[in-house]
């Protein structure tokens, strides 16, 4: 019991975790909580199906052309439903415009996919243990995402002009960043990892358009948890619920485990509304 | 000018020559044509039944017209794809009964479609015959001139109650499903005729088909001693992770169900072949393989007939494209008995008994529109799929 707790809530947790780092990443750069996080980690999934499993290509070609989808269409959120509602921001029209772009590639890829999970192909010919790469291998991607974008934000001059852009918009764009620019780079990048969490964690959650829902909401609850914008709140969110969530399947069971999972969402928002990790705002008066 | 004999006789020769060479002449009224309003999903997420029953549907209607129709009336199918979406199948229905004027209606072919044009059908005063599982799709009192021609909610699960009870002998049954309307309906009916047959539902729980890992609800169904586990859904990864659970854990443990347990999309989600070993879906008497590797006669009959339209049965399930058949035949065989106004449709089939179809015999009455017999409805084992057919389940006499 202690052993599935661990390999299967850890891997859910480090998915979750990677889709609550493509929030932060759009967030960051432009102030707007896109729902296109989720759909970004079921065409993760659907794409690596599609390319390795149905097209026959080398895994590691799928791989990279799963990424690079994901970028791809990271640019096309910002272009189509982020940009156009930027100078409204007050008046939340992100929400539609991301939800409605999100929605109507679900609907898309139910169409031209299926809406019936299928088969994941296993990435590396090697016999399954206890803890099999379905387990390791998001675990894998979240070390290496956190790792990444540490050494990005901290090391790069690029990174670097990405904080600026998070920290004050204004700022940068007086000091000559390329605002837009970097914002385009920004989706990208979320767009990546959003693949990359749908990618690594196929063969465990399988090619399905219902990902989507799933991966919007429990992607969404260690960024609440973590506190919003921040990578290590997500990632210590992410493992955590996972792991609880894991726990309640154990314990409860059924879809009792989905409502302890919510119960202790709300009683955490409740007792700290800016998340585990966030500081409370403060306001210069 | 003055008629003359000789003009009237050149002018008559002129007329039976254009007569017969067919320029002109006075209309002779065709025979009118039976209309059947068609109302299958031929796209969409519920396609893959639709275009399995369209196959036999377009067959019979090929067939009767080829052969001269119905006393000399061809059928008329008027197709209005529903697309899988209630909203289109009652748009579709409202233009079928009321601009196309249909004799009848077939269809729509699924549940979640049938609920929503059955009513308007049945308001417009049109007989419909559908193979709809669902209960509620069939009443005499609100919906008369509806009949059903395939078996019900109820004939499922009974099938799979007696055959877990009384074939299997299991008493101790785990019965899970997903969250869906569906699946937590089934629990609800199939549970109490579980106990009423005597056994003991050891584990009964709604289950989150999108969990990845169903082996603690799989644990506790063992833990409670479960002998066999009844999953109700049609979600395909539930089902096949419920086979993949049992299989690694080693559990030897019979699992009965829905027809989805033997779907293709099931099968290509299983991580090893012998996971869908012991494995037992509802299917029906009259298109499964019996002891000696055979189908029943009629079935064997219809199997060649479809050989020979080269139609492919290997991606399609054969009881689908039996039911299309059957759906246009008895359709074919009234109105050739006794008309095709709505009362003459009703009244027919009010005293219909054991209409011989490929899929099953169809007996109605008045106070009862499902025609699906009970004994008809059987088990079968998924793992023997092979021309659209599978092999009777151990412990049915063929």
Same mark, same amino acid.
């Given at each position: 019991?202690?052993?599935?707790i ?49 097209l ?14 994901g ?8 272009i ?18 991301t ?14 996919w299926?809406?019936e ?25 979240c070390?290496?995402?956190?790792? +990444? #974008?540490?050494?990005?934000y901290?090391?790069? $001059? *690029? !990174?670097?002009? /990405?904080? =600026?852009? &998070? ?27 959003g693949a990359?969490a ?10 399905f ?9 429990y ?22 619920? +996972? #792991? ?6 154990? $314990? *409860? !069971?059924?879809? /009792?485990? =989905?409502? &302890? ?14 998340g585990?990790?966030g ?7 | ?16 020559a ?18 059947v ?19 036999g ?6 067939e009767?017209?080829?052969?001269g ?20 199948a009652?748009?579709g ?24 044009a059955?009513?308007?059908?049945a ?5 419909q015959l ?5 209960d ?57 005729m ?7 539902v050891?584990y ?28 109700w859904?049609?979600n ?21 169900g ?40 009629r079935?064997?009959e ?15 399930l054969?009881?689908w ?18 008309g ?20 099953g015999?169809i ?36």
């Open positions: 019991m202690i052993e599935s661990v390999s299967y809530g850890l891997a859910v947790g480090a998915v979750y975790a990677l889709i609550g780092i493509t929030y932060n990443v759009m967030f960051s750069a432009s102030r707007v909580f896109s729902f296109t996080a989720g759909m970004l980690g079921m065409l993760g999934g659907v794409l690596g199906a599609l390319f390795i499993g149905k026959g290509l080398p895994t590691i070609v799928g791989f990279v052309l799963v990424l690079a989808c970028a791809v269409l990271g640019v096309i959120t910002e189509v439903a982020v940009r156009p509602v930027l100078k409204s921001i007050e008046q939340h029209l992100y929400v539609l415009s939800l409605a772009f999100a929605l109507l590639i679900q609907q898309f890829t139910a169409i031209e299926g809406t999970a299928q088969p994941f192909p296993r990435l590396i010919p090697i016999s399954s243990g206890w803890f099999d790469q379905q387990f390791w291998l998001p675990l894998l991607a070390a290496a995402t956190i790792v +990444g #974008l540490e050494l990005l901290r090391r790069t $001059l *690029v !990174g670097r002009a /990405f904080l =600026a852009i &998070a920290e004050d918009s204004y700022a940068a764009r007086a000091l000559g960043l390329p605002e837009q620019r970097l914002r385009l780079a920004s989706f990208a990048l979320a767009g990546i990892i990359l749908g990618f690594t964690g196929g063969e465990m959650l399988l090619a358009f219902g990902n989507q829902a799933i991966l919007s909401f992607g969404f609850v260690p960024v609440a948890l973590g506190g919003m914008g921040s990578n290590r709140g997500a990632v210590i969110g992410g493992l955590a619920l +996972g #792991l609880f969530q894991q726990a309640a399947n154990f $314990l *409860v !069971g059924g879809i /009792f485990a =989905a409502v &302890a999972v919510f119960v202790v969402f709300i009683a955490v928002l409740l007792l700290r509304p800016e585990l990790a500081a409370a705002a403060s306001r210069r008066v | 000018m003055s008629i003359k004999r000789r003009h009237v006789l050149s002018g008559s020769a002129a007329g039976v254009s007569l017969a060479s067919g320029f002109v002449g006075p209309a002779i009224a065709a025979p009118e044509p039976i209309k309003g068609y109302l299958p999903a031929l796209t969409g997420p519920s396609s893959s039944t639709g275009i399995g029953i369209n196959r549907t377009e067959l019979a209607v090929n009767i017209n080829a052969a129709g119905v006393n000399g009336r061809k059928i008329e199918l008027i197709v209005r794809d529903t697309q899988s979406d209630p909203t289109k009652v748009n229905a409202a233009e079928l009964t009321k601009r196309q004027k249909v004799n009848i209606v077939w269809g729509p072919l699924n549940s979640g479609e049938s609920l929503a059955v009513p308007l059908v308001r417009d005063g049109i007989p559908h193979p709809c599982w669902v509620s799709l069939t009443d005499v009192k609100k919906y008369p001139m509806c009949f059903r021609d395939a078996p019900t909610n109820q004939q499922i699960g009974a099938a799979a109650n007696h055959y877990v009870v009384d074939v299997l002998k299991r008493k101790k049954v785990a019965v899970v499903s997903d969250t869906t309307g569906y699946g937590t309906a089934s629990v609800e009916a199939y549970v109490p579980l106990k009423e047959k005597g056994a003991t050891v009964q729980a709604n289950i989150d088909a999108a969990n990845p890992d169903l082996k603690p609800d799989m644990l506790r169904m063992r833990e409670a001693g479960a002998e066999a586990i009844m999953p859904s049609v395909a990864g539930f089902l096949a992770r419920i086979c993949n659970t049992r299989g690694k854990m080693e559990w030897d443990v019979p699992i009965v829905q027809t989805t347990l033997g779907s293709g999309q099931t099968k290509a989600l299983l991580e090893k072949p012998e996971y869908w070993n012991k494995v037992y879906s509802n299917n029906f008497r009259n298109v499964c393989f019996g002891k000696d590797g055979k189908l029943p006669p079935a064997t219809f199997v060649e007939k479809l050989r020979k339209a080269k139609i492919d049965m290997g991606d399609t054969l009881w494209i039996a039911l299309g058949y059957d759906g246009i035949r008895l359709i074919a065989d009234t109105v050739k008995a006794a095709s106004s709505p009362e003459q449709i009703t009244e027919y089939w009010n005293k219909l008994k054991d209409w011989p179809g490929v899929y015999n007996t109605f009455t008045p106070q009862q529109h499902n025609g699906f017999q009970d004994d008809e409805v059987v088990m079968c084992e998924v793992n023997s799929l092979r021309d659209g057919a599978f092999n009777l389940a151990p412990g049915y006499a063929s």
